[in-house]
C-alpha cells in the first residue's frame, strides 16, 4: 500500500493527541491525563487550533523537568506541539 506524504509519520513512542476534536471544557483535563499516562521516553503530539500558552504554563508548573516541550509546526489554525515525558 502506497503511504500518504501529508500524512506524519510517526515512531512507535509517539501518541497523537488531537485536542480539536475534544469539548474545551474537558481539553485540560484530557491533557492532563493523556500526559500523566505517558511513560519516560514516550512522547504525546498535539494538535490543536490555537497556541495553548497558558496550558503550557500549566503544564510547566505540573510537571516541571520531566515533560519537555517542542513545537512542531506553529501553522495558524494547526498548532503542534510534541511533549515529551523524560
Known amino acids: ?10 515512531a512507535d513512542d ?5 485536542a480539536r476534536g ?5 481539553r485540560h483535563s484530557a ?3 493523556a500526559l500523566s499516562a505517558l ?3 514516550e512522547t504525546m503530539r498535539f494538535c ?3 497556541d495553548p ?4 504554563a500549566q503544564i510547566e508548573q505540573h510537571f516541571g523537568e520531566h515533560v519537555v516541550i517542542s513545537y512542531v ?7 503542534v506541539i510534541d511533549f515529551q515525558v523524560v
Do not use: C, K, Q, W
Not at 509517539?14 to 488531537?18: E, G, K, L, P, T
Not at 500558552?53 to 503550557?56: G, H
Open 48 to 50: 490543536n487550533d490555537h
Open 14 to 18: 509517539v501518541y497523537a493527541f488531537d
Open 53 to 56: 500558552l497558558p496550558l503550557l
Open 31 to 33: 491533557i492532563f491525563g
Open 39 to 41: 511513560h519516560p521516553g
Open 22 to 26: 475534544i469539548a474545551h471544557r474537558f
Open 73 to 79: 509546526s506553529r501553522t495558524p489554525g494547526e498548532i
Open 1 to 10: 500500500m502506497a503511504s500518504d506524504s501529508s500524512i506524519p509519520v510517526m
